[in-house]
């Protein structure tokens, strides 16, 4: 009945709910009191856990399992018995004739991500596939919670929705370490770095700034291009009645042109690029470290 049913929606662990779950509270304290100079004191201990989370990611077993046995392996058994069972799912709870097109369509998702222009092209699925083919394989995906649809804005007005052009969208996955694991990308990949491994990085840093994004209360997430594409900035965001432009950097790259762009286009009172290097702020632009990113909705 009306009134007496409350949902409840379910995200992976975030960061800090990752290092809680390793029993590094004291370093969640230093994230959440946003103490600067301590977390700069500590960079290297989180970019340490940084990226064992690029790895395990926040599906619970998976980092159970790992705080009990620090064990990679396992976490990677874990993550390939989860993306199995939703394979088993497509054909157990989808309508039989659009089954095909949700496993090509999911199966899709790293080469669309490892491009660098993030936008969603139906033509990676399947050579002259077209968006009316694939369009309820893709609802189904996002109604069960699988992934993300980020949609463009033509524009940073409020309400952002307004602005919402939708037929230009990227698309995320539920977990990073499932990104990971879909990607079958080792672990000494991601904690060591691989010069290969460069395109794909972006991939996993936009995923792991997604979910930060997420994982905050009341923040409508949306991307934004110019006409031309000339100019993308990653993920366009309102809360608290103000539009926050976010630029995402895999490392200390701190070049931002496109966040450039759109600042001396738009204006906006508060300009983020999101990055491993320490916080700082600029005359018109404050870097938040990517282990931070999910304090951005405190500090507005």
Not at 172 to 188: C, E, H, P, R, S
Not at 231 to 259: C, M, R, T, W, Y
Request: a neutral charge; aromatic letters at 12%.
């Amino acid at each position: 009945p009306v009134g007496k049913v409350e949902f409840l929606e379910l995200h992976p662990l975030n960061f800090q709910e990752f290092l809680e779950a390793l029993g590094q509270n004291e370093l969640v304290s230093l994230l959440q009191d946003k103490d600067w100079i301590l977390i700069k004191t500590f960079k290297e201990k989180f970019i340490h856990y940084l990226r064992q989370y690029y790895f395990i990611g926040g599906m619970p077993e998976a980092v159970h399992k790992f705080s009990l046995n620090n064990d990679f392996g396992e976490v990677r058994e874990i993550q390939q018995n989860i993306l199995q069972a939703y394979e088993q799912d497509f054909s157990k709870h989808a309508p039989k004739e659009i089954v095909p097109r949700i496993r090509m369509l999911w199966n899709s998702i790293p080469a669309q991500l490892a491009k660098e222009n993030k936008k969603f092209i139906y033509g990676i699925i399947k050579k002259g596939a077209r968006a009316k083919d694939y369009e309820m394989a893709l609802i189904w995906l996002i109604d069960c919670g699988l992934i993300y649809k980020i949609t463009r804005v033509t524009k940073p007005g409020i309400p952002l929705k307004a602005y919402e052009d939708l037929s230009a969208f990227k698309i995320f996955l539920v977990d990073i370490g499932l990104l990971a694991a879909m990607g079958n990308i080792d672990v000494k990949t991601l904690l060591a770095g691989n010069a290969v491994f460069e395109e794909f990085k972006g991939a996993i840093t936009e995923q792991f700034v997604l979910q930060e994004l997420m994982s905050a209360k009341e923040i409508d997430i949306y991307y934004w291009s110019s006409e031309k594409s000339s100019a993308e900035v990653d993920f366009i965001v309102q809360h608290n009645g103000i539009i926050i432009p976010i630029e995402v950097k895999a490392e200390e790259n701190l070049q931002a042109k496109s966040l450039k762009v759109f600042h001396q286009k738009y204006n906006p009172p508060l300009t983020i690029r999101t990055s491993m290097s320490d916080f700082r702020k600029e005359n018109w632009l404050t870097n938040m470290p990517l282990y931070t990113i999910k304090e951005l909705s405190s500090i507005t």
